[in-house]
């Protein structure tokens, strides 16, 4: 199983970016998708999550109102779209998955994309 995280890049405090991560190698037909991030420095940081159905999602407060994960179950592929990027929102975000809870802990996700770096400058 692999999944390839894109869409990061350098952006204004206050713009927009969207981010993918694409499953390949087998179809979670099930199972939880999130995204974690992290700055330099700093340990990983649970993002948002969603389960695969769309049902549920679940955001750490400081991206709440401002990300939206959603998913393309026809794609196998997840997407975060962050809008109103703060400076503070810098850093390498992970997409993860699949985990059998709705989950905060990055220790329930079973495979990692490799990560795409995002830089909001101010």
């Known amino acids: 199983v692999q999944l390839q995280a894109s869409g990061g890049g350098l952006v204004q405090a206050g713009g927009s970016l969207r981010l993918s991560c694409a499953a390949s190698?087998?179809?979670?037909?099930?199972?939880?998708m999130g995204w974690f991030r992290q700055a330099p420095g700093k340990e990983r940081e649970f993002v948002p999550a969603i389960s695969w159905s769309g049902d549920t999602t679940i955001y750490v407060d400081s991206v709440k109102g401002r990300f939206t994960i959603s998913q393309d179950n026809a794609k196998n592929t997840v997407y975060l779209r962050m809008n109103s990027l703060k400076p503070e929102d810098t850093a390498v975000y992970y997409c993860?998955?699949?985990?059998?809870?709705?989950?905060?802990?990055?220790?329930?996700?079973?495979?990692w994309g490799q990560g795409t770096q995002v830089t909001v400058s101010s």
């Open positions: 993860a998955g699949p985990s059998v809870t709705i989950s905060r802990r990055d220790t329930q996700y079973r495979y």
């Open positions: 190698g087998r179809t979670f037909s099930s199972g939880v």
